[in-house]
T-cell receptor, first 115, second 116 residues
Framework: GQNIDQPTEMTATEGAIVQINCTYQ??????LFWYQQHAGEAPTFLSY????GLEEKGRFSSFLSRSKGYSYLLLKELQMKDSASYLCAVRDREGVTGGGNKLTFGTGTQLKVEL | GAVVSQHPSWVICKSGTSVKIECRSL??????MFWYRQFPKQSLMLMATSNEGSKATYEQGVEKDKFLINHASLTLSTLTVTSAHPEDSSFYIC????????????FGPGTRLTVT
């Protein structure tokens, strides 16, 4: 099984930087994903880490430390449209069925960007 | 590319009736599709993994006789909620697995089910 923890809510100011942390426990780690989800909509892919280190993609960066079971999503130059829920998801080698590796999602961090 | 559609986007039904939700991969073939359920202010919970041409694999606690999944082709999977009850009201999201690239799952826009 897996256990994924992330803060429930965060508030930040427009133009600022915010870091959303995620810790996980899994027996067969096979990648960590960050998704953005606006209310009433499906998640959209933001980033993927499978090796230790930082992955940068525009205003968004994601970091992974497999030994610590830890990841963070860094959002720079915050905009009002970044107000959303950010989901950390871990892919597990176990439970593979028909070639599909399943994702287990954290409860999500609701980010509110204020003026 | 990698677009996944769902139909309907929302549906209201009466208790005891059945509702079918379709998930289609529009521009790629998906040998594996996933069905999730999301209650308000909660995260996505995987219900089942659907493989083309074979039986779906259900997660623990999900009733396979209540949530019927059919993956009849490489671009279509359906979820039928049978004998719906108000507690089945939720946001149902499908995703499809694409073989290329590490971020293999692309999500549909979701279906809001309300059972009255």
């Amino acid at each position: 099984g897996q256990n994924i923890d992330q803060p429930t809510e965060m508030t930040a100011t427009e133009g600022a930087i915010v870091q959303i942390n995620c810790t996980y426990q899994t027996s067969g780690f096979n990648g960590l994903f960050w998704y953005q989800q606006h209310a009433g909509e499906a998640p959209t892919f933001l980033s993927y880490n499978v090796l230790d280190g930082l992955e940068e993609k525009g205003r968004f960066s994601s970091f992974l430390s497999r030994s610590k079971g830890y990841s963070y999503l860094l959002l720079k130059e915050l905009q009002m449209k970044d107000s959303a829920s950010y989901l950390c998801a871990v892919r597990d080698r176990e439970g593979v069925t028909g070639g599909g590796n399943k994702l287990t999602f954290g409860t999500g961090t609701q980010l509110k960007v204020e003026l | 590319g990698a677009v996944v559609s769902q139909h309907p986007s929302w549906v209201i039904c009466k208790s005891g009736t059945s509702v079918k939700i379709e998930c289609r991969s529009l521009d790629f073939q998906a040998t594996t599709m996933f069905w999730y359920r999301q209650f308000p202010k909660q995260s996505l919970m995987l219900m089942a993994t659907s493989n083309e041409g074979s039986k779906a694999t259900y997660e623990q606690g999900v009733e396979k006789d209540k949530f019927l999944i059919n993956h009849a082709s490489l671009t279509l999977s359906t979820l039928t909620v049978t004998s719906a009850h108000p507690e089945d009201s939720s946001f149902y999201i499908c995703s499809a697995r694409i073989r290329t690239g590490p971020h293999e799952q692309y999500f549909g826009p979701g279906t809001r089910l309300t059972v009255t």
